[in-house]
């Protein structure tokens, strides 16, 4: 019989520690546009001041609700599947049932808000409608294809796909990150810049989510011979 290792108490806790430093990043990258929806959520039940830079969510509030709830869903609850110690337990499971639909409501009320709202020039920039909808398209597409992966029993697939969804569903987090520096050091963008500023948001989470996706170990089969999770990019 073959004997295999066991980690020290201090590797395991090594372990443990970075483990959970991951979802934990991930959910404060979130809380931006988290706090943000739920502020623009408190301003329309309240009757707020409408402006032209939001008369678009008092004319049409239900597609900027059903994405902001969605996207609260698929960042907070996401973030936990990176969790290892989730992902070896039948929670993890049980969240990607949750996480999987709000991804795509996410992506698809995005979508909706691009083609039917009425954007005005400050948050919007040439290339900017077609490229949300490409995003828009791939973040569900890419759930989709997760499910199906997970289904036929292909982890691989299916964590690669649910990583490339999130990243691009955590981009508004990391666009406070590009934004922030250029409008400190240079001012408000012009509508070029506030493309790129964007689109630079979205690749750099793309970016790592490849990194992510290609250093993940592999699935291990299980003693009835499916796949199981380790550590790596999330299940749902």
Do not use: C, K
């Not at 690669?160 to 922030?180: D, E, H, K, P, S």
């Amino acid at each position: 019989m073959t004997s295999h290792p066991v980690a020290s108490p201090r590797a395991t806790s090594r372990g443990t520690w970075r483990g959970r430093l991951v979802p934990a990043g991930l959910i404060a990258l979130s809380l931006v546009p988290v706090v943000a929806g739920a502020a623009r959520v408190s301003q329309l039940a309240g009757g707020g001041p409408v402006t032209a830079a939001n008369a678009r969510f008092f004319d049409s509030p239900v597609p900027v609700i059903v994405h902001i709830v969605g996207s609260t869903v698929f960042l907070l609850l996401g973030a936990l599947q990176f969790a290892p110690e989730l992902r070896r337990r039948a929670w993890h499971r049980r969240a990607g049932r949750l996480v999987a639909p709000a991804g795509l409501l996410s992506a698809l009320s995005a979508a909706w808000m691009t083609v039917f709202y009425a954007l005005p020039p400050e948050v919007t920039g040439p290339g900017l409608s077609p490229l949300r909808l490409v995003l828009a398209a791939v973040m569900a597409g890419g759930i989709v294809v997760a499910l199906l992966a997970i289904r036929r029993g292909d982890v691989r697939t299916h964590r690669a796909w649910m990583t490339r969804a999130y990243a691009i569903g955590l981009g508004a987090g990391t666009q406070v990150l590009t934004f922030l520096p250029w409008t400190l050091l240079v001012g408000a963008p012009t509508p070029v810049g506030h493309t790129l500023l964007m689109a630079a948001g979205w690749a750099i989470n793309l970016a790592v989510a490849e990194i992510v996706i290609r250093r993940s170990p592999g699935p291990r089969a299980t003693r009835s011979g499916h796949p199981s999770a380790r550590a790596g990019a999330p299940l749902s």
